[in-house]
């Protein structure tokens, strides 16, 4: 765009899209610092909007920038106000997390919908590679993937996610930031792989064994799994040290992934 072309006027937010968009350049600065860029990183910013942390992703020379923005007017008006940008128009719900290359080192970041922020973190952690991620999502939601063992937002979205990265609660964002306003509380996390994570038939044994678990999250091991009619349901837990009368809310996300590497997988369907 030439200097005496003027930016047309974003379209308003759509609802149905759940757009909310960030316009205080102060949260934006901060949210691109935490993925530490250096020159010559890949950033794939999912929903990148009205373009918030646009020009701060830019700023650090990125080897690549790759929008992935399913709203056509926003990706369009993107590609206008930011010749660089690289911009994918699609659902984040259906990109190919696999494509990216653990050796062109990926960073991602972005403000997630806060209706496909869970789902969407589950995939990204278990199909993707990357070197960093930071995501914005709304505060339940963060506290959920960031929460350790023994308390009511640990679950099987925690474990699972844990499994696969470590998590860092990083700040809180009030929602005077953004237009329209929310009506909740949004936080920002950052996310590093974790080596090795599951790979191949660990990811659906994980994730069947804590859907099993959590289901009935205040009953005990034992009787869980004794409910399923789990044979030697007793001597699995026996193996792995942990105690029948444990419930899974007490359980480290590493030891689930443990005992689904035990448990039938004819049990866990």
């Given at each position: 765009?030439?200097?005496h ?14 757009q909310n968009f960030?316009v ?27 373009g ?5 992703i ?10 992935l923005?399913k ?11 930011n ?5 994918v ?12 290359a ?26 993707s ?8 999502v709304q ?14 937002t ?10 696969f990265a470590?998590v ?36 659906s ?5 804590l ?10 091991l034992g009787?869980?799994?004794?409910s ?7 001597g699995?837990l ?29 049990f866990?369907?």
């Amino acid at each position: 765009m030439s200097s005496h072309e003027q930016p047309q006027p974003f379209a308003p937010a759509k609802r149905s899209l759940g757009q909310n968009f960030l316009v205080d350049p102060n949260v934006s600065r901060k949210i691109v610092e935490a993925l530490d860029l250096a020159p010559g990183d890949n950033v794939l910013e999912i929903g990148p909007g009205r373009g918030a942390l646009t020009e701060h992703i830019l700023a650090r020379t990125p080897g690549r920038y790759v929008a992935l923005e399913k709203d056509e007017a926003l990706a369009s008006e993107l590609e206008r106000r930011n010749p660089l940008a690289e911009v994918v128009r699609g659902d984040a719900m259906r990109f190919d997390w696999a494509s990216l290359a653990s050796g062109e080192r990926w960073k991602i970041v972005g403000n997630l919908p806060y209706n496909i922020a869970s789902p969407l973190i589950w995939d990204i952690v278990s199909r993707s590679e990357f070197s960093q991620a930071v995501f914005m999502v709304q505060l339940e939601a963060g506290q959920r993937v960031a929460a350790g063992p023994g308390g009511k937002t640990y679950g099987a979205l925690s474990a699972f996610v844990q499994n696969f990265a470590t998590v860092e609660f990083l700040f809180k964002v009030p929602p005077q930031v953004f237009r329209p306003q929310p009506k909740v509380t949004s936080a920002v996390l950052r996310f590093f792989l974790r080596t090795p994570r599951p790979t191949g038939e660990e990811v659906s044994r994980l994730a069947a064994t804590l859907r099993l678990c959590f289901q009935q999250r205040r009953k005990q091991l034992g009787t869980i799994l004794k409910s399923k009619g789990i044979p030697d349901y007793v001597g699995v837990l026996r193996a792995l040290d942990i105690d029948q009368m444990q419930r899974p809310e007490t359980l480290a996300p590493e030891r689930f992934l443990s005992m689904a590497k035990l448990l039938p997988i004819d049990f866990l369907a």
